[in-house]
């Protein structure tokens, strides 16, 4: 280690010269990272649903499937659009109500059903399928070349719309969350630091980081847009600490020696001791995320787990290189920092420490209530502005035809005719369900299957399967209970007619996606918690401390994620997952900081109250710093985002950094102070310490 810090210190400007070559690797990984805008493509594959998607695409050649409804236009201007939107690319087919039959049949022996199904008051609806899946790249620009054939008085629906305006979206915001975090991070930091200079050199180091880690995202193949969007922020504001622990270290030791060069050697040796155990915990945060089945837990975690580490290594190499390359300019920046002398607010924190107490317990049971009773979404629609092309198209279908949501039946090809028709007739019968379109619906006992063009038999069957239709009422929406159970119904009824039939579309994955992630949100809790457990009573030497650092945590986690309950705010189905985790991850290091103080000094003989009172008066501004620089980061972008799951998330982590400071600050000491005895039984080194002492006490005696 000794060698590493003067290695650093001597190399400093090699070091920064191959640190600034490795931006231009990282800058192209970057640019060719796909990016994924689709939240159901990391279901777990084996889910009926999902491999009926597959079913659908490999059997019929029709992946993404979209409703496109069309105002104020004769039959022969629909005729003719529908012409131009079989012709985009990767549009597979186009089914409207006068592709159903051969010209020379007439439509009127088509049962009045089909007619009302795809038109209504001067309204006609289209379904459109794609030959690529519903987040594929050809789909994304076959849904913005539909829309340019059209005017404004055509409106698309389906995930991949969705998915469409999602990506505009993001593509749009994402610049701007990266400024905004960074001018609110200064801000925070020119306040709290001592130097003008120096947030501008965290920001260079950690900037540098943050390019290697969203440039190594290459070689992931691509990572969600939720990743992306958080990755850099999230990035910034957890690696701070580090950044903030070398900086106070340096000066400290720099108040020692007065030798630069070996106050950094001592500073980076320090930093090295330090951030190891709390840098840990956070990555066990992010990787506990990976057991989640639902694969965006490993999609994000993976990201910033990666992230912490590499905002690790730059904390002890870019960081020291900088700073003494730019010391000069930082002493000519030198300024007063906003904190100023908390020893009497340590002295009070400590000695009326039942109060404290009582605010927790007053406090815990409500929380606890409200974290477990807050509203979650699932609707995808719900997370983006009212006015966007999709939610104003998805509103307009709902309105105009009473569509909630379209699913899709795959049963067996030779299933019998008479089966076929008798399903139709029972899954119509389901409570919500306004029409099923299939061939043999479509066909009665009147028609023969020969006088329908060819295209559209091999529309509805395919491979080993046939197809069908179900358009559901407007009150049967994605994600909603009338939806799920009625899914339940029709399914029932599929798996009575063929047993390896399934009901697949939006609604049923999303559906799934519900039961995955809630068993899921359990599993990686719980992991978590022994993950961070294991490694603080590893770090602390201690069976104790891990019980009572990580309930700290949890109270303010309770705090955080009860409070959307009581002020009646939804929440992403993402947000809990992955916020409970982030926050006992990314803010057990302000617990680790003060409780390591503290047992410091009572190894070195130090009495309870004053151990204490040392450890809260020591970690105050480093964890206020750092607590208020991950809160500047994240809740500007909370603000300005207008996709309500970035702006959730980061309207909790904001949150959730404040909450755990101050969680840290009045009620940890509480809990030292009262548990120290059992601490003390229970820890390495003050169990030696302390039977030392007490054997000279009773020897003295």
């Not at 409804?69 to 597979?92: C, F, R």
């Not at 390896?500 to 994955?509: L, R, Y």
């Not at 970690?619 to 959730?648: N, W």
């Not at 940890?668 to 059992?678: G, K, Q, W």
């Amino acid at each position: 280690m000794d060698l590493f810090a003067r290695t650093v210190v001597k190399r400093r400007y090699i070091i920064l010269i191959i640190c600034l070559a490795l931006l231009i690797p990282s800058v192209i990984g970057m640019l060719n990272t796909r990016i994924n805008y689709d939240m159901l493509t990391y279901l777990p594959k084996d889910l009926d649903t999902v491999k009926g998607q597959d079913i659908l695409l490999n059997d019929f050649g029709k992946g993404a499937f979209s409703l496109v409804l069309v105002e104020n236009k004769t039959p022969e201007e629909v005729a003719d659009l529908k012409n131009k939107i079989e012709g985009v690319d990767h549009v597979d087919s186009v089914l409207w109500y006068n592709t159903l039959l051969n010209t020379d049949v007439p439509m009127t022996i088509l049962p009045n059903k089909y007619y009302e199904a795809f038109n209504k008051d001067g309204g006609t609806l289209m379904a459109v399928f794609f030959d690529s899946s519903t987040s594929a790249d050809e789909t994304i620009k076959a849904i913005g070349d539909i829309r340019s054939l059209s005017d404004n008085d055509v409106y698309i629906t389906g995930m991949s719309a969705l998915v469409k305006d999602l990506k505009d979206l993001c593509e749009k915001e994402e610049p701007v969350y990266v400024g905004i975090a960074v001018l609110c991070a200064v801000a925070a930091m020119i306040a709290f630091l001592d130097s003008w200079a120096i947030p501008f050199i965290f920001l260079a180091s950690i900037g540098m980081a943050i390019v290697y880690n969203l440039g190594t995202n290459f070689f992931l193949g691509d990572i969600s847009y939720i990743t992306k969007a958080l990755a850099a922020v999230l990035q910034l504001a957890v690696t701070m600490d580090y950044s903030i622990f070398l900086w106070h270290s340096f000066e400290e030791e720099n108040d020692r020696t007065h030798d630069k060069e070996t106050a950094m050697v001592d500073a980076i040796k320090n930093t090295l001791t330090a951030v190891i155990g709390s840098s840990v915990t956070t990555i066990a945060g992010f990787i506990a995320l990976c057991f989640m089945s639902y694969t965006l837990g490993a999609d994000l975690g993976i990201v910033m787990a990666k992230g912490v580490l590499l905002g690790v290594i730059g904390s002890v190499t870019t960081l020291p290189a900088m700073l003494l390359i730019f010391d000069g300019i930082v002493e000519k920046t030198r300024h007063r920092s906003l904190i100023g002398d908390v020893h009497k607010l340590s002295h009070f924190i400590v000695h009326k420490s039942w109060i404290f107490v009582i605010i927790f317990f007053v406090v815990l049971f409500p929380a606890v209530y409200g974290y477990n009773n807050t509203n979650i979404y699932y609707d995808m629609s719900s997370a983006l502005p009212k006015n966007i092309n999709f939610v104003v198209s998805n509103e307009k279908v709902m309105k105009d035809f009473n569509i909630g949501t379209t699913h899709m039946v795959l049963v067996d090809k030779d299933m019998s005719k008479t089966d076929a028709q008798n399903m139709i007739n029972e899954m119509e019968d389901v409570k919500g369900v306004k029409n099923v379109i299939g061939l043999d619906g479509i066909l009665g006992n009147q028609i023969p299957e020969e006088m329908l063009p060819d295209k559209i038999v091999k529309d509805f069957k395919s491979g080993d399967y046939q197809m069908m239709i179900i358009n559901t009422e407007s009150k049967y929406r994605v994600a909603s209970k009338y939806v799920n159970q009625q899914l339940t119904s029709l399914n029932q009824i599929v798996k009575k007619y063929d047993s390896k039939g399934t009901v697949i579309g939006e609604a049923a994955c999303t559906k799934d996606l519900m039961k995955t992630t809630n068993r899921d949100f359990a599993i990686v809790s719980w992991i978590s918690i022994a993950m961070i457990f294991v490694i603080i009573m590893l770090v602390l030497k201690s069976l104790s401390l891990p019980f009572i650092l990580e309930l700290t945590i949890y109270f303010a986690i309770f705090i955080n994620l009860g409070l959307p309950y009581y002020t009646n705010t939804w929440l992403p189905f993402i947000a809990p997952i992955c916020l409970s985790t982030i926050q006992l991850g990314s803010t057990v290091d302000y617990a680790i900081l003060m409780t390591t103080r503290y047992k410091r000094e009572r190894i070195e003989g130090g009495g309870k109250n004053d151990s204490i009172v040392t450890a809260v008066e020591t970690s105050i501004p480093s964890i206020v710093t750092s607590a208020v620089g991950f809160f500047a980061a994240t809740f500007g972008v909370s603000l300005y985002s207008d996709i309500d799951i970035i702006s959730s998330m980061c309207t909790l982590m904001a949150r959730g950094a404040l909450i755990s400071m101050l969680a840290v600050i009045f009620i940890l000491p509480a809990f030292l102070r009262i548990l120290d005895p059992i601490i003390i039984r229970t820890t390495g080194g003050l169990r030696q310490v302390y039977g030392k002492h007490r054997k000279e006490e009773v020897k003295a005696a």
